[in-house]
């Protein structure tokens, strides 16, 4: 199969190829990957493609998984007010 054609993030429609790309380039980590591609930023927030990533980083840099960092979750927070949760609660 095309490394084209394997979707490694769906979210942010990402190849493999485009990953081994940015790999070639320099880019091992999760995180710089990130930046670059934007894997793991879409809607799932990387719960359908960082395994697969970190299985795919690892095996590009011959590394066992375990020594390949994950992604750093950092989910979207928004401060609510107790008087928006207090009228929540009445309705």
Known sequence: MNKKD???CRCEDVTLEDLHKKMDEGYHTFED???VLRIGMGPCQANTCG???????SKYLNKKIENVPTH?????IQGVS???????IKK
């Open 72 to 76: 750093h979750h950092r989910p979207m």
């Open 51 to 57: 395994i697969i990533i970190q299985k795919e980083i």
């Open 6 to 8: 394997i979707i490694m």
């Open 33 to 35: 990957l990130k930046r």
């Open 82 to 88: 107790l008087e928006k949760i207090f009228k929540e």
